[in-house]
């Protein structure tokens, strides 16, 4: 057997799982130290579906910690931007984008130095040892703690970056936390760098958070490995996390999408999953969300994160309803529905109290929203309705039928058939989609970079790159028996020279337990 959980600004859903059949599955409100909730949603499975700890083969995790702690710009390290790329790039350094509150926030400091190559691999400059100890030096004496090394092109080559970070740990010390920028982002140079800013600002926090999920589940007599989800619907263990905590941004949707086609059997599909905030639109693709192709923005910040294409409407269960325009959204009770909705003896009007005053839901106290028009709760519905077919509607890319799948508690909010639409699937579980999402992710290996591709060399390059996806699946932990590619990419750069080819191939398998 083993948990799934997904901790949401609302509510922190739990499933046992037994392979892909679920045992168990509970709803609870997500606590302010959010911990706690992981606490009470496991001792709810235990006691609707009793067992013991050594029972759990491996605990799957997807949370909002670390997005939440860049949102609100707390609890972020004293962080330095490094950049090889002199006398390139010296137009915009490191962090020209980024919004002043979260500059202050990581007391940031951005440093140039010389280094970076070509598109093809050649140096622009080489690396200057004493320059780099100068800017350490400068870092020690400011408290800086984390470390961002960024260098032009380095999916093409990371030699330099890696030299650069040994330079710098040595002079900072072993309490330096270094990120480096090929590890993290994709081809494009601000974008990248700014990714790999984020998680060097959140390393110390990552560590805590992974030792506070660890104590959680460890008090309660499971011992078995702990995983957290990806934004591109696989896994990661605790180790991978503390050093690349930004991988979890966008988990809780993707977890929603995949936990979406394991219920439904679908794999090609749109997908709407309304929790306690928002409803999240987006489309699976051979049953993994389709990616992103545009820049991805996190709290103003651009990155190239590979995120899933999801649109968000302010709406959920927890949405403030307007009693004179019947609009819902997008300013919401969060994790305080339970206190503040009409049903719960609170003052608010929410969506919620809507589905219960409609009879879609029979939660609280029905008769603190008996008063409610009936009128007006169908014309609350009928909007909800009208906006979330717009969005899907905005995220499909032919006028050819789509399949829609509705997952998460706030989906008692969406009509049985959805105006362009047709019928709304609900499958067994709904409620907790997200949390069997997190539980049956797989592990995953990525590779993306620009190869110049030499004549005749082609075929040979391209197996080459899938190899290479291969192996970084089973590095990370999957059976080598269950990996196959599932996405492949192949765009010619026709204004540089050489051949020049991006490639991407995305590779994936199930979590190899034993191993």
């Known amino acids: 057997m083993h948990i799934g959980i997904d901790v949401g ?8 799982m037994a392979g892909t059949r679920t045992l168990a599955g509970v709803k609870h409100s997500t606590t302010g130290d959010v911990t706690s909730g992981i606490v009470q949603a496991i001792e709810e499975l235990r006691a609707a579906h009793p067992f013991d700890g050594p029972d759990i083969d491996a605990v799957m995790i997807g949370t909002t910690h670390f997005i939440n702690a860049l949102v609100q710009a707390s609890r972020l390290a004293p962080t330095a931007a490094l950049r090889l790329g002199l006398p390139a790039t010296r137009a915009l350094p490191p962090l020209v984008d980024w919004p002043e509150a979260l500059v202050e926030a990581t007391h940031a400091r951005s440093y140039l130095a010389h280094g970076g190559y070509e598109f093809d691999g050649r140096p622009i400059s080489p690396l200057d040892p004493d320059e780099l100890r100068a800017h350490a030096e400068d870092m020690k004496a400011n408290g800086i703690r984390s470390v961002a090394v960024s260098s032009v092109f380095s999916p093409v080559n990371h030699d330099l970056e890696i030299q650069a970070a040994e330079i710098i740990g040595s002079v900072l010390g072993d309490g330096v936390a270094i990120s480096l920028s090929h590890e993290i982002g994709r ?35 499971i011992e078995a490995p702990i995983f957290l989800s990806q934004n591109d619907g696989t896994l990661m263990d605790d180790e991978y996390v503390r050093r690349y905590p930004v991988a979890t941004f966008a988990s809780g949707p993707t977890n929603s999408m995949r936990g979406a086609a394991a219920t439904s059997g679908l794999v090609d599909c749109a997908v709407i999953d309304v929790g306690g905030t928002t409803a999240d639109i987006g489309l699976l693709i051979n049953g993994f969300p389709r990616e992103t192709a545009n820049e991805v923005k996190v709290a103003g910040i651009r990155t190239n994160f590979r995120m899933p294409d999801v649109l968000s409407l302010g709406i959920g269960g927890g949405s403030i309803v307007d009693e004179e ?42 008769t603190k929203v008996a008063h409610l028009d009936p009128a007006f709760v169908d014309r609350v519905l009928q909007r909800i309705a009208e906006r979330v077919s717009e969005a899907v509607d905005r995220m499909r890319t032919s006028p050819e039928p789509i399949a829609v799948v509705a997952v998460g508690g706030g989906s008692i909010l969406l009509p049985d058939e959805l105006p362009m639409f047709g019928t709304v699937h609900r499958p067994e579980n709904y409620a907790v989609a997200n949390a069997i999402g997190a539980s049956i992710a797989q592990v995953g290996g990525e590779i993306d970079k620009v190869y110049a591709i030499e004549p005749g060399r082609r075929d040979e390059t391209i197996a080459a790159v899938r190899s290479e996806a291969v192996d970084r699946a089973i590095a990370a932990g999957a059976r080598p028996s269950t990996v196959s590619i599932i996405d492949f990419d192949e765009v010619p750069i026709p204004y540089l020279p050489g051949n020049a080819t991006r490639i991407r191939a995305k590779a994936v398998g199930d979590l190899d337990m034993e191993a």
């Open 325 to 366: 325009t019947a609009e819902v959204g997008p300013a919401s009770v969060g994790y305080r529905l339970t206190t503040d909705a009409l049903v719960f003896g609170g003052s608010t009007l929410t969506a919620t109290d809507i589905a219960v005053a409609a009879g879609r839901a029979d939660i609280g106290d029905a």
């Open 187 to 221: 081809i494009g140079l601000l974008e990248r760098e700014n990714a790999t800013i984020i998680n060097a600002a959140l390393r110390e926090l990552a560590s805590e958070i992974v030792d506070g999920l660890t104590s959680a589940v460890r008090a309660q007599g």
């Open 9 to 16: 600004g609302t509510n922190t859903d739990a499933v046992l």
